[in-house]
């Protein structure tokens, strides 16, 4: 595997933290030509079928029940509605006027007016470190708004939908019990969408305005929601997560930069190139809200994009995503327990291969540890960082764990760079490294996350 600890010209990622990280690009900073140079729409089929809806359910029962999962149609149609949108989106912006079906707009209109429920559920006045009880009224409101916003914009053809499709409407935007959101919330919203191309009330030509519209409006609201409500990230590892609430918005928005992008992956930890694209790019709409919430060092609270930061080619960066998607949300019992299954969705084993990235190689792994600790996370050799799938190994940073060279250390003796040891977070022994999966909130994903197989 390819080492990523130096950049293109060699220097390090330590010597990089002293010196500019992108100088702001004198042209556009895409350059396309008309039309867009993106992939053809026909690469993923989202196939219509007529349905008996149901009341969707929770199936995914116990971890035995994941395998089950992976190896459903459901599974491989979630993937590759990612991988559709993503498709469409290439080389393009957020900002674009481009045309929204109607159908589409009237969706985002439903996200519109849950936005203005939060206007008659005001955070309260309290010292809270999360979880205002004022987002229990706003979701009180949310769930009794639903169903009829939902039948009010289906044609009558499709209003029976509506019995489906509510569940997964009402599971997008958080927990009402611990005030909480993760990715299990998001890929429930994303399974909400699927859903409709998979009825038909949107259609192939409606992929580029959800992807860049539709979904901006989502992450826009949760955002909101997280805000004024100080939601707590559900089943968050801290610095070992790609982000505390999102994962695919960073797909999407590696998606966007695969083509003629003349920004890198390196400009990642810059303030103000997130600043500045967060109106064009998911991924940088991400990097600017973690900027905005987070404090300190760059590479200590978002080690993992910090890592990501070294990677040459936002083609590596989506796929890595994909793969590390799979291996550290999709495939965790404790995230997909709480996802639900009816008609549209279900765990009917599929009959053909999957066709993602990585799509032939099993996306779990076993853990490993000595007898006695239960289920430890496999951990790289002293002076090894750990890898994120797709992307090869990672540059050795320094950060709340081990030891490396800091940069403008004044009167500090060079001592050179000293071996990392990956140990668990403070506070945590080794046995509580990995949590009980009959007690994790929803959405826990594993400090696995950072020992993947290539």
């Known amino acids: 595997m390819a080492d990523l600890r130096g950049d293109a010209a060699g220097g390090s990622r330590v010597e990089q933290l002293e010196q500019p990280v992108l100088s702001l690009p004198s042209g556009p900073l895409l350059k396309r030509t008309q039309p867009p140079d993106c992939p053809p729409l026909n690469q993923f089929k989202i196939e219509v079928k007529e349905y008996s809806f149901v009341v969707p359910t929770k199936q995914i029962t116990s971890p035995d029940r994941v395998k089950v999962w992976e190896e459903s149609q459901a599974y491989h149609d979630y993937l590759e509605f990612i991988m559709a949108i993503g498709e469409s989106i290439a080389g393009r912006r957020i900002s674009e006027n481009i045309e929204i079906s109607e159908n589409c707009q009237k969706v985002m209109g439903v996200l519109e007016n849950f936005k203005k429920l939060t206007d008659q559920a005001p955070p309260q006045d309290i010292q809270v470190r999360y979880g205002n009880p004022a987002y229990r009224d706003w979701f009180d409101s949310l769930e009794s708004n639903a169903s009829p916003l939902l039948e009010n914009i289906l044609p009558e053809n499709l209003k029976s939908a509506s019995i489906e499709l509510t569940p997964y409407l009402i599971d997008s935007f958080g927990n009402r019990t611990r005030i909480d959101y993760g990715t299990g919330h998001e890929m429930t919203f994303v399974m909400f969408v699927c859903s409709l191309f998979k009825i038909g009330f949107l259609a192939d030509s409606d992929r580029l305005a959800v992807g860049l519209k539709l979904f901006t409006a989502y992450f826009d609201l949760a955002r909101h929601l997280q805000t004024i409500y100080r939601m707590e990230p559900a089943g968050s590892m801290g610095v070992w997560n790609l982000d505390d609430y999102q994962f695919v918005a960073f797909i999407l928005g590696a998606a966007q930069l695969i083509k003629g992008a003349k920004i890198k992956p390196k400009c990642i930890p810059d303030p103000e190139m997130a600043e500045m694209l967060q109106k064009d790019f998911h991924f940088f709409a991400c990097l600017s809200y973690i900027h905005k919430v987070k404090s300190g060092p760059f590479h200590e609270h978002s080690n993992q994009l910090w890592n990501i930061s070294a990677v040459q080619l936002w083609s590596k960066v989506f796929t890595g995503l994909i793969k590390m998607y799979r291996a550290e949300v999709l495939c965790k019992f404790p995230v997909v327990q709480h996802s639900l299954f009816g008609s549209i969705f279900n765990l009917e084993k599929s009959t053909r291969a ?101």
């Open 354 to 454: 999957l066709n993602v990235p990585g799509g032939d190689a099993p996306a779990r792994r076993e853990p490993v540890g000595p007898p006695g600790l239960g289920s430890m996370p496999m951990m790289p050799g002293p002076g090894v960082m750990p890898m994120m799938p797709g992307l090869g190994s990672m540059p050795l940073m320094p950060g709340p764990v081990g030891m490396s060279r800091m940069p403008d250390q004044k009167g500090i003796p060079d001592m050179g760079m000293a071996p990392c040891f990956m140990v668990p977070p403070r506070g945590m022994t080794p046995q509580s490294v990995m949590p009980d999966t009959n007690t994790v909130p929803r959405d826990e994903i594993s400090i696995s996350s950072i020992a993947s197989k290539p």
